[in-house]
C-alpha cells in the first residue's frame, strides 16, 4: 500500500508562485508513474502532469504537462527525500483547485486519467485570487 500526503497549498494572487510537495511512502525511484492531478468545483479531476515510470522504458522519468500548464509548471522528484513536487508559476484564477498527488503504472496514453491510479494523497488546496 503506498501513501502519499500533499503539503504546500494555499492562497496566492494572480501572477505569484507556489511549490507542492507530496511525500510518498515509496521510494520515488520506483517504476510507479508519479503524477499531479487537479480538480475544481464542478469539474472532472484532470492530470496536470507526469513523471514516467518503466511500463514503457523508453519514457521512462520523462515528464509531461497537459496544455493548460505547459510552460507555468514544473513536475520533479527527490529520490533521496521520497518527494514529488509541482513548482506552479504564473498562476492564474482557472488554476485554482483542490490538488493531488497520485501513484501507479501507468502508459502515455493513459495517465490522465484518474482510473489509472489506485494511490492518491488527501488534496491540498491551491486558490488563486484575481
Known amino acids: 500500500q503506498v501513501q502519499l500526503v500533499e503539503s504546500g497549498g494555499g492562497d496566492v494572487q494572480a501572477g505569484g508562485s507556489l511549490r507542492l510537495s507530496c511525500i510518498v511512502s515509496?521510494?520515488?525511484?520506483?517504476?510507479?508513474?508519479m503524477a499531479w492531478f487537479r480538480q475544481a468545483p464542478g469539474k472532472e479531476r484532470e492530470g496536470v502532469a507526469v513523471?514516467?515510470?518503466?511500463?514503457?522504458?523508453?519514457?521512462?522519468?520523462?515528464?509531461t504537462y497537459s496544455d493548460s500548464v505547459k510552460g507555468r509548471f514544473t513536475i520533479s522528484k527527490d529520490n533521496a527525500k521520497n518527494t514529488l513536487y509541482l513548482q506552479m508559476n504564473s498562476l492564474k484564477a482557472e488554476d485554482t483547485a483542490m490538488y493531488y498527488c497520485a501513484a501507479d503504472h501507468c502508459m502515455f496514453y493513459t495517465w490522465w486519467y484518474p482510473q489509472t491510479y489506485n494511490y492518491w494523497g488527501q488534496g491540498t488546496q491551491v486558490t488563486v485570487s484575481s
Open positions: 513523471i514516467f515510470g518503466d511500463d514503457d522504458v523508453t519514457l521512462l522519468d520523462s515528464v
Open positions: 515509496e521510494d520515488t525511484d520506483t517504476r510507479h508513474c
